[in-house]
């Protein structure tokens, strides 16, 4: 924490507080070492971590030095800003306008079958997933494919940005302005990068931009927890860091304060049977703790009712047969749980048996609120609220809106006001110029005009929360699952809605877009909390549940036709991610058959589980016990 000048490399285990050291270190930077906080660079891997640091930075100095000043956010933030600031050098306009992830799928799957890109077995997500990677690959402009070229030019003539691109533009900045580089190099004298290993190429150069060699650079990072290769990140950079900067001093954090002594040891057996690591071993502070639970089950459905018994166990149990009597346990609440999976359609029967026992559950699902088509309406004329001149909106809302018109009508008149050099909001304001329609989508694109003119007039004085609450109304009067989800959305908006909605707007959809997930999960609920082990990344809870530790899914094999292999070191380094988010209860699951992508599988148990020392771990046969009757058990008398 001491270290101030020149680059620190911070080994940082699991569990073992590197946020609040790196909090400390801020402070320390200002309060002792007399770094203005404007010098102060911190970057998080979410912006989830960004708040929590801000929070964290002004409560450790509440009568000392300001630490407002200190930049603390994620890498795309930093370049959102700094695009902002300077993005006209390069040719962009004054308002950068990111694509949503949902428009930014829509047209990877316009233009997949123009490529000759959708092979069998190719969802939209794999090759999103492929066109991430190859961007952030910094591949020659010769050597990507059709796809990634035919995907850069429709984003050109939309005028868009996505979210890749605040890097990838900020890195042309640079590039092509030397002194603009130079320029936030003198800005920024101390920098910390928070999940140094997760970082991929694209990152890596920009950070590079913003220190040489002999730079005040702090990273930090465990290389045991490298796991979003398949978003192109490369844990490289990580184990290189002492080639880059030679002269880095190296501060091992191995102290862990999150999870029990077994959980430790059996995560840290699965980790050593990595070749591609840094060495560490993490001695916990909390005492030994339970073996770690393994379940055995027939099915995914018989996994389901396993995991729900415990749960009610637990907790306590939900109703009169499941409660616990005396057990002289401490029961837990629903928020204390999580149950992680590899796969999100491994929720699925999970959820049902919650819902038939009364278990409450939230997720945090693998669609943000751009993605969920129920939500996507409303982002849509948020977007418009944001910014009147977003024809990529107004023509998702003529399409996806109560007054629908349908994709043809809306091409036509984006061409049309493209012809005209206006905005397609201005051409749907003038009936004059809608002449050529048929009567019913006039009527309907008049009708959707009218609503955007009142809802604009009134983003000038009414809140955030207002506006929300109109196009609701506007869209979901009689959709009362939909009314549920906009109340998500509602309350994600509430430090949005102090002022005026058609300033708070833009600030909004930016936070909302840099959101991840893991993060979408809304305010703390009383609820079981199921999410992917990539979702869990950040997150402790005091009991974890795995599930589907078997082999081709956990492992995750990809099947024929799907791109890429299979990274074993990577798939263990997720697993010890997920087993090393338990405090003081971890449980792991397997069934011998699944039905998976289609069809019934049989599945072998995990090899992972074959690492896990007998000592460390209590079996379970659940098979014995799958009824949900109790033999034995009897009507209780009244009197």
Same mark, same amino acid.
């Given at each position: 924490?001491?270290?101030?000048?020149?680059p $620190? $490399?911070?080994?940082?285990?699991?569990?073992?507080?590197?946020?609040?050291?790196?909090?400390?270190?801020?402070?320390?930077?200002?309060?002792?070492?007399?770094?203005?906080?404007?010098? =102060?660079?911190?970057? &998080?891997f &979410?912006?989830?971590?960004?708040g929590?640091?801000?929070?964290?930075?002004?409560?450790?100095?509440?009568?000392?030095?300001?630490?407002?000043?200190?930049?603390?956010g994620?890498?795309?933030?930093l370049?959102?800003?700094i695009?902002?600031?300077?993005?006209?050098?390069?040719? $962009?306009?004054?308002?950068?306008?990111?694509?949503?992830?949902?428009?930014?799928?829509? /047209?990877?799957?316009?233009?997949?079958?123009?490529?000759?890109?959708?092979?069998?077995?190719?969802?939209?997500?794999?090759?999103e997933?492929?066109?991430?990677?190859?961007?952030?690959?910094?591949?020659?402009p010769?050597?990507?494919?059709? *796809?990634?070229?035919?995907?850069?030019?429709? =984003?050109?003539?939309?005028?868009? !940005?996505?979210?890749?691109?605040?890097?990838?533009?900020?890195?042309?900045?640079?590039?092509?302005r030397?002194?603009?580089?130079?320029?936030?190099?003198?800005?920024?004298t101390?920098?910390?990068?928070?999940?140094?290993?997760?970082?991929?190429?694209?990152?890596?150069?920009?950070?590079?931009?913003?220190?040489?060699?002999?730079?005040?650079?702090?990273?930090?990072?465990?290389?045991d927890?490298?796991?979003?290769?398949?978003?192109?990140?490369?844990?490289? #950079?990580?184990l290189?860091?002492?080639?880059d900067?030679?002269?880095?001093?190296?501060?091992?954090?191995?102290?862990?304060?999150?999870?029990?002594?077994t959980?430790?040891?059996?995560?840290?057996?699965?980790?050593?049977?990595?070749?591609?690591?840094?060495?560490?071993?993490? +001695?916990?502070?909390?005492?030994?703790?339970?073996p770690?639970?393994?379940?055995?089950?027939?099915?995914?459905?018989?996994?389901?009712?396993?995991v729900?018994?415990?749960?009610?166990? *637990?907790?306590?149990?939900?109703?009169?047969?499941?409660?616990?009597?005396?057990?002289?346990?401490?029961?837990?609440?629903?928020?204390?749980?999580a /149950?992680?999976?590899?796969?999100?359609?491994?929720?699925?029967?999970?959820?049902?048996?919650f819902?038939?026992?009364?278990?409450?559950?939230q997720?945090a699902?693998?669609?943000?609120?751009?993605?969920?088509?129920?939500? @996507?309406?409303?982002?849509? =004329?948020l977007?418009?609220?944001?910014?009147?001149?977003?024809?990529?909106?107004?023509?998702?809302?003529?399409?996806?809106?109560?007054? #629908?018109?349908?994709?043809?009508?809306? +091409?036509?008149l984006? #061409?049309?006001?493209?012809?005209?050099?206006?905005?397609?909001?201005s051409?749907?304001?003038?009936?004059?110029?809608? #002449?050529?329609?048929?009567?019913?989508?006039?009527?309907?694109?008049?009708? !959707?005009?009218?609503?955007?003119?009142?809802?604009?007039?009134?983003? %000038?004085?009414?809140?955030l929360?207002?506006?929300?609450?109109?196009?609701?109304?506007?869209?979901f009067? %009689?959709?009362?699952?939909?009314?549920?989800?906009?109340?998500?959305?509602?309350?994600?908006?509430?430090?949005?809605?102090?002022?005026?909605?058609?300033?708070?707007?833009?600030?909004? !959809?930016?936070?909302?877009?840099?959101? @991840?997930?893991?993060?979408?999960?809304g305010p703390?609920?009383e609820?079981?909390?199921?999410?992917?082990?990539?979702?869990?990344?950040?997150l402790?809870?005091?009991v +974890?549940?795995?599930?589907?530790?078997?082999a081709?899914?956990?492992?995750?094999?990809?099947?024929?036709?799907?791109?890429?292999?299979?990274? &074993?070191?990577?798939?263990?380094?997720?697993?010890?991610?997920?087993?090393?988010?338990?405090?003081?209860?971890?449980?792991?699951?397997?069934?011998?058959?699944?039905y998976?992508?289609?069809?019934?599988?049989?599945?072998?148990?995990?090899?992972? $589980?074959?690492e896990?020392?007998?000592?460390?771990v209590t079996?379970?046969?659940?098979a014995?016990?799958?009824? &949900?009757? %109790?033999?034995?058990?009897?009507q209780?008398?009244?009197f």
């Amino acid at each position: 924490m001491e270290t101030v000048q020149g680059p $620190l $490399l911070v080994i940082a285990g699991a569990g073992t507080g590197k946020t609040r050291t790196l909090t400390c270190r801020l402070a320390y930077q200002v309060a002792r070492a007399g770094v203005a906080p404007a010098h =102060l660079l911190a970057i &998080t891997f &979410t912006a989830k971590a960004a708040g929590e640091m801000r929070e964290r930075a002004a409560s450790l100095c509440p009568q000392g030095p300001d630490l407002s000043g200190i930049w603390i956010g994620t890498m795309h933030a930093l370049g959102y800003e700094i695009l902002a600031e300077h993005g006209g050098l390069i040719g $962009l306009p004054d308002r950068i306008d990111i694509i949503s992830p949902a428009d930014r799928a829509g /047209i990877i799957r316009s233009l997949a079958g123009d490529c000759a890109e959708r092979d069998a077995g190719r969802s939209v997500r794999r090759l999103e997933q492929q066109l991430e990677a190859e961007r952030n690959a910094l591949c020659p402009p010769d050597a990507v494919s059709p *796809l990634c070229r035919a995907y850069r030019n429709e =984003l050109a003539r939309q005028g868009v !940005l996505d979210f890749d691109d605040l890097i990838l533009k900020t890195l042309e900045l640079f590039g092509r302005r030397p002194r603009i580089a130079q320029a936030y190099r003198a800005r920024f004298t101390h920098i910390s990068v928070d999940e140094y290993q997760d970082i991929n190429p694209a990152q890596y150069r920009l950070v590079r931009y913003l220190c040489p060699a002999s730079a005040n650079i702090c990273a930090v990072g465990d290389a045991d927890q490298a796991i979003y290769a398949f978003r192109g990140a490369s844990i490289e #950079s990580f184990l290189t860091f002492q080639r880059d900067f030679p002269q880095a001093a190296v501060v091992h954090l191995e102290r862990n304060y999150r999870s029990t002594g077994t959980i430790l040891q059996a995560a840290g057996q699965v980790i050593q049977n990595n070749r591609n690591r840094i060495e560490k071993r993490l +001695v916990t502070v909390c005492g030994a703790g339970a073996p770690v639970e393994l379940c055995r089950a027939r099915d995914e459905d018989e996994e389901a009712r396993c995991v729900a018994r415990e749960v009610e166990r *637990l907790v306590g149990g939900t109703r009169f047969e499941t409660m616990s009597h005396d057990t002289g346990e401490t029961a837990l609440g629903f928020s204390d749980i999580a /149950i992680l999976y590899r796969l999100h359609q491994q929720c699925r029967p999970l959820r049902r048996v919650f819902e038939q026992r009364g278990i409450p559950v939230q997720f945090a699902a693998a669609q943000s609120f751009y993605e969920d088509p129920d939500l @996507k309406p409303v982002i849509d =004329l948020l977007e418009i609220l944001a910014d009147c001149g977003n024809d990529f909106a107004v023509a998702e809302a003529l399409v996806a809106g109560a007054r #629908s018109v349908g994709r043809k009508t809306a +091409v036509r008149l984006c #061409s049309q006001a493209r012809d005209g050099g206006m905005s397609v909001f201005s051409l749907i304001q003038e009936p004059g110029l809608l #002449s050529g329609l048929p009567l019913p989508a006039r009527t309907a694109v008049e009708g !959707l005009a009218a609503f955007l003119a009142r809802l604009t007039a009134a983003g %000038r004085s009414e809140t955030l929360d207002a506006i929300i609450q109109q196009i609701g109304e506007h869209l979901f009067a %009689r959709d009362a699952a939909a009314q549920d989800k906009l109340l998500d959305l509602r309350t994600a908006a509430m430090p949005f809605s102090q002022g005026p909605a058609a300033a708070a707007a833009p600030l909004f !959809l930016q936070r909302m877009s840099f959101l @991840k997930e893991g993060e979408q999960l809304g305010p703390r609920q009383e609820a079981v909390n199921m999410m992917t082990v990539h979702g869990s990344k950040g997150l402790e809870f005091p009991v +974890v549940f795995i599930t589907g530790l078997e082999a081709g899914l956990f492992p995750y094999r990809p099947s024929s036709g799907e791109p890429g292999g299979s990274d &074993t070191e990577e798939e263990r380094r997720l697993f010890y991610v997920g087993m090393t988010r338990a405090r003081e209860k971890l449980c792991l699951t397997h069934a011998c058959s699944r039905y998976l992508f289609g069809e019934r599988r049989k599945m072998p148990r995990s090899p992972f $589980l074959d690492e896990l020392p007998d000592r460390l771990v209590t079996r379970s046969r659940q098979a014995r016990r799958s009824g &949900t009757s %109790r033999k034995g058990a009897k009507q209780m008398k009244l009197f």
